[in-house]
């Protein structure tokens, strides 16, 4: 077992003593709602720029980019650094913490909240960088209001589930009783296990990836639920399944595109800032009377366009009352809730 180093240096150990005061406090409020993953530190100090996440008994750090000119020495010591700093702010030994992020690959530096499309779910678990834990796959289940996920802490740039969507995972859940959900750019699936632990009558799962639907099908096993005929997942390009999908099929909508993606599976790329138009209105085209669409996006600057709300909608911003405890300081996505007016 390798330990946590006791000294750190100027910087580091503001971040470890962060990282251990936020995580005293919010393991008492995760415990009681039943979370055993939650964010602990998010570029709270300027100059430490890390993303820390816990997930029960493991610690995910993700580490940007720094503003320096640094020599691969200087950031091999910072990086170091890091991974004691976390160790010794979660109080675990270091193997436990996973390093996401290295400078001279930048497209490991896009954190969560700047995924753009699949192709950036990149396996991470050979990177020598990533500290004492490289090479030890990391696949675990945790809780989130008291249903199981499995996480996968080694092998991607995401973990398999979005902890920033812990709110609206529960407002979904909380409306969605006897109602038809549809769960597009579905991802492990997390909203549809949420959905049939609220008592969906029926839910349709639509995602790019097979590895993340066959990932959805376990979520959803792990929870005691099967597939059938009410209960289907589809691998397919969402744009091109909406567009022929059934009008007024389904009661409630979530829709949480990527920012961006060229994936070679989809006819033409997808930017949320250019086509979220077209993708609103099939949505709502799809909406039954009375159905809600969540729309969501993480694209930084994102605006959405007062011609992508259909005449007969109207959209809420929601992104207060469906941000959870873990991120107020810094939210990483809106949302907005459609209705018909
Ligand atoms: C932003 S994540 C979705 C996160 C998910 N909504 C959640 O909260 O867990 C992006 C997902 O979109 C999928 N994806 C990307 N482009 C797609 C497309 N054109 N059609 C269907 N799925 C797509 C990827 O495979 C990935 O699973």
Redesign the pocket.
């Known amino acids: 077992m390798t330990t946590s180093a006791p000294l750190l240096p100027p910087g580091l150990d503001q971040v470890a003593n962060r990282i251990a005061r936020m995580f005293k406090h919010r393991r008492k409020w995760a415990r009681r709602s039943g979370v055993t993953c939650f964010r602990v530190y998010d570029r709270d100090i300027p100059d430490q720029p890390l993303v820390a996440e816990w997930y029960d008994g493991d610690a995910v750090v993700w580490a940007y980019d720094r503003a320096r000119n640094e020599t691969p020495e200087q950031e091999t010591a910072w990086l170091a650094g890091v991974v004691a700093a976390a160790a010794s702010g979660f109080g675990i030994p270091t193997d436990r913490v996973v390093l996401k992020g290295r400078r001279r690959q930048r497209d490991r530096h896009l954190a969560a909240e700047e ?1 753009e ?2 192709g950036q ?1 990149q396996p991470l678990a050979t990177d020598p960088a990533a500290g004492p834990a490289a090479g030890r796959k990391v696949v675990k289940t945790v809780l989130e209001h008291g249903l199981s996920f499995e996480v996968n802490l080694s092998d991607y740039l995401d973990t398999g ?2 902890l920033d ?1 812990r709110e609206l ?1 529960a407002r979904v859940r909380a409306e969605v009783a006897g109602k038809r959900l549809l ?9 549809t296990v949420h959905a049939r632990a609220g008592g969906a009558a029926a839910t349709t799962t ?4 097979n590895t ?1 639907l066959d990932w959805a099908g376990r979520n959803l096993a792990l929870n005691g639920f099967q597939p059938g005929p009410f209960h289907t997942c589809i691998r ?4 091109a ?1 909406l567009a022929q999908a059934p009008p007024a099929g389904w009661d409630v909508i ?1 829709c ?4 961006f ?1 060229n ?1 070679t ?2 006819r033409q790329s ?1 930017s949320v800032e250019r086509d979220h138009p077209g993708l609103v209105a099939q949505c709502c085209r799809c909406l039954a009377p009375g159905g809600t669409l969540w729309f ?1 996006t ?1 694209g930084r600057g994102f605006r959405l366009d007062a011609g992508a709300i259909p005449n007969d909608f109207t959209a809420s911003d929601c992104t207060a009352a469906t941000t959870s405890e873990d991120f107020r300081d810094r939210v990483p996505r809106r949302v907005w809730r459609f209705a018909r007016a």
Not at 206 to 209: I, N, Q, T
Not at 236 to 239: G, I, M, S
Not at 256 to 259: F, R
């Open positions: 995924r499309g699949e779910y589930l979005f969507h995972r769960n597009l750019f579905a991802y492990t699936g997390a909203f639509v995602d790019l990836s993340y397919a390009d969402c744009l399944w979530v949480d595109p990527p920012t993606s994936s599976a989809i997808f969501s993480n």
